[in-house]
């Protein structure tokens, strides 16, 4: 539904709660630090399960990348 949508600033907030930058955000979703970019500046549509893993992550930022 409505909840899971998400707009360029929110995934430009989130991204700057955990302290990363627009690359290391792009090798955590596995996408390329342009696309992230264009994302945030509403110029490219988060899609569902981008905003997903964007919560996801800031949940529990260890869970995808970088731990054992």
């Known amino acids: 539904g409505e909840a899971m949508t998400m707009q ?3 995934f ?3 991204r ?3 302290g990363w930058t627009q690359a ?3 090798a955590e979703l596995d996408m390329s630090p342009t696309f ?3 994302m945030e500046r509403g110029e490219r549509p988060i899609e569902r399960r981008t ?3 964007v919560r ?3 949940i529990d930022p260890g ?3 970088g731990e054992p």
């Open 63 to 65: 869970s995808h990348l």
């Open 12 to 14: 430009r907030a989130a």
């Open 8 to 10: 360029g600033s929110e």
């Open 24 to 26: 290391r955000m792009a």
């Open 51 to 53: 905003a997903l893993a």
């Open 16 to 18: 700057k709660r955990l």
């Open 36 to 38: 992230i970019g264009l």
């Open 56 to 58: 996801a992550l800031e």
